[in-house]
């Protein structure tokens, strides 16, 4: 047997015939053509509004790429060496990407299977969210009102909540101290765990994988704190939301010991959500009362219609419930399987678009 090619290995990797075209204007008729991935979708769904001048400015960018020459160098140009460094692996030498608003996109120029000429074959997007590029790690309000960075990791007796994709930590802590209010009865010490956009952009549910340096000392900074407060005495609440439930969930796999007075509420997760409490529930944490809250948030219906089964399977598999607590997950159950139906259509969408007739953009309608 032959030794496939590079560009063969490549191909091998990524499923040449889940590749379906970009637009009715990129099938090749005239110029190159430009095809993507299925399984961008759901990435470029929320990266990319086809009804605004700047979604269209977006997927008019791209539809120009049936006009580029071939590259006779690989032009690379990626935002971080950590995440250079990830997708080299993948996708071998002949990467190019192309950033358009807030959207980069990976490809490459390649002629495989029955392809007559090179094609432009999309493999990755990535949303870049935009933040104020304060450090990760705990933040509290001083006493001047301002939002300062904590100088130790004692949580110890206080309610910490950690941000989804927010623009600074002044924008997070003023979040914090509304989602935090509806469990804080105890009127506990509040402190942020301010999580940068750079989390959001790597680790969300429909973000194509990758790991900035700040996503990486941001997954650190938790663990440490994590660390320093195994033995809460006064027990820890933690509330989690969006893209900060990704991270929670990084950093718990590098936690040693276990966290049995640390108690956990999760909010609108745009994360592997089973895998999540089976990380939580992995340390001993504890998950009581009405610990799951969805408030209109699409990306997290979406999130919640791919892991029902799973979701719902994982809650029944939860250490034994206690007087009220049963009743509680037999309502978030119900609440799971009801709000799924929203996300539904669109993850009935996605799947079925590898055996679609329509191009990547009609689907996007």
Known sequence: MAIPSASNKWMLKHELGNYLYFSPLTTGSTGRAVKIHADLFM???FAVNPGTYEGQSIIRTIEALSSTPSHSTPQIRYYSPTHAQRLSNIND???HTLMIKNVQIFYRIDQEGDDKSPVVYINNVRIINRDSLKAPGLYEKDIRDRVTKIKNNNVDGRIVYINGLSDSPNDAYD????RASIDNKDAKPLALF????SVANDLGTWHAPGQTHRTSLA???LTDVFRQNIKSRQGTHWVVEGEGCALLS???EEVPGDLQNHTFKIVNPNTNTPKLLQNITRKKGELTGEFFDYSNSP???AALAAHKAALIKQIGLLPEAKNYDRITRKKISSQIDALSNIGNPLASQAAGLKTSKQTFTQALK
């Open 175 to 178: 979040t914090a101290k509304d």
């Open 219 to 221: 997954v650190k900074e």
């Open 194 to 197: 301010y999580s940068p956009a």
């Open 93 to 95: 030498t002949f990467q």
């Open 299 to 301: 990306v997290a219906y």
């Open 250 to 252: 990084k950093a718990l």
């Open 43 to 45: 990435p470029f769904f």
